[in-house]
Structures are given as C-alpha cells and as structure tokens.
C-alpha cells in the first residue's frame, strides 16, 4: 500500500514570488507520482507526472517537480506564481505495477496574493 | 466534445430520498472511477470498475451502488440519502499507468 503526505495544509505567497508544494510518498514498491491542480468548482486536471527517466519533470503552466527518491519525495515548483494559479494542488502516488489505483493527498491550498 | 462527463452538476434533494448520478467518457479508457470529496477537500475513492468490473469498493455504505452498463459509462445510485452525503461525487476514468481524468463533479446537497 501507498501513502502521500502534503506537509502543508495551505500555502499563501504574493504574485511573481517562487513557490513550494511539499509532498512526500511512502511506498514498499516502485512508484508513479502525480501532482494535479483542482481550480474553484473544477473537477481535477493533471499538471505532471513522473513514470521513469529524468527526475525532473516538467507540466502545464509553468510548474515543475523534482523525484527524489532517497528522501521519497516530490516537491512541485514554480519560479513566479500568478493570481489564476490560486487553486488546490493535490498530490498522488500509484504503484507502477499492478492495478494503478492512486492514492492521493489530503492538498495543499495555494493562495496567491496582489 | 467533453472527455468526462457527469450529469447533473448539482443535486439538491431531501433525506431518505434516492438518487442517481450519469458519467460517460469517450477516452477509451478501460478504468473508471468514482471519487467522494468532502468539505475539507478531501478526495476519497469510493469504487473502480474495469472493463465493467468492480475492481475496487472501498468502505462505503451499501445506500451507494454503481452500476456500469458498458466501458464508457459508471452510473452511481444512493439510496436514503442521509445528510451526511452531502459532498461534491467525481467520475474519473484513467489510461494505463493511472493518470486520472476527471468529470466536473456533482455537487450534491442534502437536506
């Protein structure tokens, strides 16, 4: 079984300031990691996922997130975050065999300030 | 030309009172899924069908039965709904490897 962890319930920051979304996954096999992004009243869309290949992966609208898999972490960045970037951020972990079932975390609340 | 797609989109109705929920995609997907997020946010998996097979049926209270006529389409009945199942109900469905592609939800009030 898998575990996610989103080490911060809500984040606020001012526009053009650099953001971090913390997340961190437990898990006995190898895994696939995903952040999606949730806008007010939306269902859930994909930013990025990790499958295999280079730990640094990059996503729609400018967001990008680093597997590290000694610390079984993956943070998602963003250099200058934008007032439509406002959302909730969700973190989820699946194992990479088998049947894929995603475990997500409880979000993160990203609150972009003027 | 929705991918997912969940009818109604809101759902206001009264205790002991039964309800359906429709999701239909047109990705070709062979996995679909229903999704509970409640107040908080919190999004919990309710139930999986594969190619129109429970696969998954996580602690959910029997009120709550899906039904899947065919591969594009997840239906979700409740029946007595209880105050307590006032909460926003996502259809998903998901390609190989498990990206998920959401509905836009149901918001659904009981009262």
């Known amino acids: 079984a898998q575990s996610v962890t989103q080490l911060d319930s809500q984040v606020p920051v001012f526009e053009e300031a650099p953001v971090e979304l913390r997340c961190n996954y437990s898990?006995?096999?190898?895994?696939?990691l995903f952040w999606y992004v949730q806008y007010p009243n939306q269902g859930l869309q994909l930013l990025l996922k990790y499958l295999s290949g280079s730990t640094l992966v990059k996503g729609i609208n400018g967001f990008e997130a680093e597997f590290n898999k000694s610390q079984t972490s993956f943070h998602l960045r963003k250099p200058s975050v934008h007032i439509s970037d406002t959302a909730e951020y969700f973190c989820a972990v699946s194992a990479s065999g088998g049947s894929y079932i995603p475990t997500f975390g409880r979000g993160t609340s990203l609150i972009v300030h003027p | 030309d929705t991918a997912v797609s969940q009818t109604p989109k809101y759902l206001v109705t009264q205790m002991g009172n039964d309800k359906s929920i429709k999701c239909e995609q047109n990705?070709?997907?062979?996995?679909m899924y229903w999704y509970k997020q409640d107040s908080k946010k919190f999004l919990k998996i309710m139930f999986s069908?594969?190619?129109?097979?429970?696969?998954i049926n996580e602690t959910v209270p029997n009120r709550f039965s899906p039904k899947s006529p065919d591969k594009a389409h997840l239906n979700l009945h409740i029946n007595s709904l209880e105050l307590g199942d006032s909460a926003v109900y996502f259809c998903a469905s998901s390609s190989s490897r498990g990206t998920q592609y959401f509905g836009p939800g149901t918001r659904l009030l009981v009262l």
């Open positions: 990705l070709g997907h062979d996995t």
């Open positions: 898990s006995s096999v190898s895994v696939y």
């Open positions: 069908y594969n190619n129109k097979e429970l696969i």
